[in-house]
Structures are given as structure tokens and as C-alpha cells.
């Protein structure tokens, strides 16, 4: 069986860069082996797989290369840009049926795609002691007002504050560690951030999840997701109606992730470009 997949950059920043994702728009013909054997040979961090759903716009099932995974921020993003890119579902509010609920999703005039996450859930609070050498930086370099924190909007991450951007530079991780320790505590994988004082992104992050096949993503929104709502219910977000977030740069690919709150819970969204032509798999 053959299968034109896409290659689509997710959460571009000015149009460049982003986190590349692996699309395939019709899906419907693949079981699970062949998806996971698809994923790899796309070898991306995720691979998005639509098909047709009886009870939401469209039925996505997200791979790494190792494992499928129950949702994927920049996948999501990268595959309704791309559906609407190819005349498949119009400007509004769509629904995607995922291994995490049924979340809706909405397609911008702009070209921004938001995708809705589900409501957060705070898991336990780690003793900054425990991860330090995993991350190679000293107990001095977390922020003091704010411990790590596992925390879900579809995926469970641990959220490491750090004191400042130049930290998230000097982390040296020792992966084989951090999976350990994620396979431990049953979650995804480090997402680690450091509060920004700027006009325009509110925080930088960096995200490690080897545990998933994944030694460092340049773009998570799910994590940053996650990210909001942590600070949002220790009182640190400010209020205002868009927040963006910084991450990648440290790999040379610097990504732009928006979010925003309808109730209770967190959109997260970007900007995607069609990087490659569809080949086949």
C-alpha cells in the first residue's frame, strides 16, 4: 500500500522554521502496524493520520516514530493548515476526534489554526533535587517561586520553571535519564520555561521527550498548553487576550505558539507552511 504523506512546518515564526510534521490526508485504508511503519519512515517527531469519523469533522490518530501518542499540538496545527490549504474543510470551527476526546479546532481567515485542549489536571509537584542532573544545571538555576509540576491538556507533561532564558541555553540533558524517569512517572517528557519579560512572547521553552522517541521538539503545543494553565492558576499570566511563546531557538529553529483562553480552557494555535510535496510511503 502506498500513501502520499505531506511534510508541513508548524508554528512558524514570520513564516520560517517551525516544527515539521508529517501529514497524511487520507488515512482511511491504513491500520495501526501500518501507520506506526509510515511514521517511521517518515521519521518526524509526529506523523498525522485523517480519516473519516462518524461523530467529529475528522478522525486523527498521531505517531511518532516508536509510539502513537494520544494528541499532538503542532501535528494538529500542521494538518488542519494543511485540509484547508487543499480545499477540504473551509474557514470556522471543525471538530477532530482524537485518542484524547473530541476537541474542536478553528481555521482563521488569517491562517492561523487554534486548537482546542482538553480542561488541565495537576498532577504532583517534583522536588527540583530530583531532575537537576538529568538537566546538567544546578538547584540555584530553577525559579524559587515556582517548583515543577506535572500537568495534562491531553498529554502529561513535567513543567520545569527555570530562572532565566539563559538557562534554558546551558541545559545539557541526559536523555536516557529523562526517559527513565518519564516512563517512572508515566508522562511525555521535560518541558522545561523561563518567564520573559518582553512586549511580545511571554515565555521561552524548551521540550525534551526521549521517552516517545522525541530527544528535543522545537515547537509542543500541548506542553505550552499546559504551560498557560499552570500559570494561570498560581496567578502568574497576565491578562490579555493572546500569549505567545517562544521555542526551538536553540536548535536553529526558532517557532512562534499562540494561546488563548475560551472559559476554562486553553487554544493553543499557529501558523504552517507546506514544506515538501506529498511523496510516498
Known amino acids: 500500500m502506498s500513501e502520499s504523506v505531506y511534510v508541513v512546518n508548524a508554528f512558524t515564526a514570520n513564516g520560517e522554521n517551525g516544527n515539521p510534521a508529517g501529514v497524511m490526508p487520507d488515512a482511511d485504508d491504513m491500520n495501526k502496524e501500518a501507520m506506526l511503519h509510515a511514521a517511521t519512515e517518515v521519521n518526524l517527531s509526529e506523523t498525522a493520520f485523517v480519516g473519516a469519523s462518524e461523530i467529529a469533522t475528522k478522525r486523527v490518530r498521531f505517531f511518532t516514530p516508536t509510539v502513537e501518542v494520544p494528541l499532538c499540538g503542532h501535528a494538529t496545527i500542521a494538518t488542519w493548515s494543511l485540509l484547508h490549504q487543499l480545499g477540504d474543510v473551509a474557514v470556522g470551527i471543525h471538530t477532530q476526534e482524537t485518542n484524547a476526546g473530541i476537541l474542536q479546532v478553528e481555521v482563521e481567515d488569517s491562517g492561523l489554526v487554534f486548537m482546542e485542549q482538553t480542561p488541565a489536571t495537576f498532577y504532583d509537584e517534583i522536588e527540583p533535587n530530583d531532575i537537576a542532573g538529568l538537566l546538567g544545571i544546578e538547584e540555584a538555576d530553577f525559579l524559587d517561586s515556582l517548583r515543577p509540576q506535572i500537568v495534562s491538556t491531553g498529554i502529561k507533561d513535567l513543567l520545569i520553571p527555570v530562572s532565566t532564558k539563559s538557562v534554558l541555553s546551558k541545559v545539557k540533558p541526559d536523555l536516557e535519564g529523562i526517559a527513565e524517569f518519564s516512563r517512572q512517572h508515566d508522562i511525555s517528557g521535560f518541558h ?55 521555542q526551538g531557538e536553540t536548535m536553529n529553529q526558532l517557532s512562534y505558539i499562540y494561546g488563548t483562553f475560551k472559559g476554562e480552557n486553553v487554544w493553543i494555535g499557529g501558523e504552517a507552511t507546506v514544506k515538501d510535496s506529498p511523496a510516498k510511503v
Not at 512586549?199 to 505550552?224: L, W
Open 192 to 246: 522545561l520555561f523561563a518567564i520573559l519579560d518582553d512586549n511580545q512572547s511571554m515565555a521561552a521553552t524548551r521540550n525534551f521527550a526521549p521517552a516517545d522517541g522525541i530527544p528535543e521538539e522545537c515547537a509542543t503545543g500541548t506542553s505550552n498548553g499546559a504551560l498557560l494553565c499552570l500559570l494561570r492558576q498560581k496567578g502568574l499570566l497576565p491578562e490579555q487576550d493572546i500569549y505567545r511563546i517562544e
